[in-house]
């Protein structure tokens, strides 16, 4: 291992040393750092009578989340395409002296932290987790120790899996096959317990809250000490721990006896890799999925033609302003405000806005900087932004009308107010649009895209919060001219007025983008 401890050493140093040149990454991995400590501490200070005497919805939503994590690394495992390596390492470590057991570790190693970046976005969810159910001052601790531990587990199992397809191609099918059979099996199970109580929600909080689950391996310990974050840590919680972290162990010690032979499937699936990230980086997405043949043209000149360009592709790629992706963050979002909210709008909007910061924040718009021939249209920046984004605004208006206005219907508001709601998740959804135009002025030549993403993440927020205390101290006031809906204009009115704010900011972003 003296090689592979030399290069993982070397690595680290000098990303330490790079930081010297790029202070951004600094403040940004500080910054990271201290959302987690203040996620962690001061979590517990909220209240937590919501879901006092629901203790079954907080077992559900995190042995979904186990089974979710479980499931995705197993699948990881099976498809080449989640390539450990690059081809850096395909170049100098592979034709090296050095086990292949130990380059698959090193592999696993340097996923770790993007593991944890993953583990981030649960993370910062614990402040709600201590609002809304009755976890112990030292929960939060509890809960992302098991988060870390999860992780690692996720991480060894993927490798593993890989390991084992890498002897035998019928070894994947086998596992694929068993991976599969088992989510139909658990997707039957959570229909049956929802025909059986006549309501989704509570029919798959029973479902999860079966004992079959506490005695599962690896499920059931990781569940027992995510509940030690309401009960108490006992005997059986570290107990639960070292099981976990003994069969990580195991499946390395078995990994590491094996014969493998995966060089070559590692080196089709790196160079694949290898080229979607230089696709994306020259804007050039590749499409996932059937392409439907659609009569049209490019109808528009100048600027406009790329809209005209974008309504096209989407219309190629199946429907013209919905996608999976969408559809999954509006019933998570619906899910949230049903069961905390008990019908509550404001917090449908609030949960929405927030799934689209957090999952939906890097979109296909900003690729259109990175096309060449946006150089050549004539026409003015500030118009290439609007149009390259239009199509984004437009998605989010209209998926915001359909959620709000259905929502409306079964919270028994008024049709108004989710017309209203709407126009506020789009100027929510503009502005962390926008906000991106922002980042590409201040990062410049900065090639990290983690660093970007989160840069963006704690600048948008900080963008999005005067709106929302303006809301809440002058609404009441505007209210006495305007109607009931005074806090919903002046949130509109505020972000319109950043977003153009950030338009002007960036007008040069063509210019800077051509100089890199």
Sequence with gaps: MGAINYLLKRTTINSIKELRKHPLKLISYLAFLGIIIFAIFNGGKGSNASLNNNIEIFNAIFLAAILFLIGTAIKGGIENGNSLFRMADVNFLFPAPIKAQKVLI??????????????????IQIPNIYMYFPVLNYGGLLIVGNILILNIFCGVL?????????????????IKNILYGLAILLGIGAIYYIIKSQNMVLGISKYFNLPLFKYIPIIGWLLNIFNSAIYGVNSMTLVYALLTIFLSGLLIFIMYSLNLDYYEDALESTTNKEETLVQAKEGKVKRKGKVRKVKGEIKYTGAAAILSRQILEARKNGFLFIDTGI????????????????????????MLTYMNLIFLSSTGWNLELKNHYIFLIPASSSKKVFYSSVFEILKAFVNGLMVFIISSIIFKESIMLGIIMSFAYTSFSALILYSDLIIRRILSGEGNILVARFLRLIITILFLLPGI????????????????????????????????????????????????
């Design 106 to 123: 090193y592999g696993f190693i340097k996923q770790i932290f993007a593991s944890f970046i993953f583990a981030f976005f649960i993370i």
């Design 158 to 174: 993927s490798i593993f899996i890989y390991a084992i397809g890498s002897l035998k191609d019928r070894n994947k099918k086998i």
């Design 327 to 350: 559809l999954i963050m509006d019933a998570v979002s619906f899910g949230f405000a049903y069961f905390t909210g008990k019908g509550d709008m404001v917090q449908l909007l609030y």
């Design 469 to 516: 205390i303006l809301s809440f101290v002058f609404g009441n006031k505007i209210n006495l001219y305007i109607g009931n809906y005074g806090e919903y204009f002046i949130l509109i009115l505020y972000n319109i007025l950043v977003c153009a704010l950030f338009t002007f900011l960036s007008k040069g972003i063509f210019e800077k983008i051509e100089m890199e």
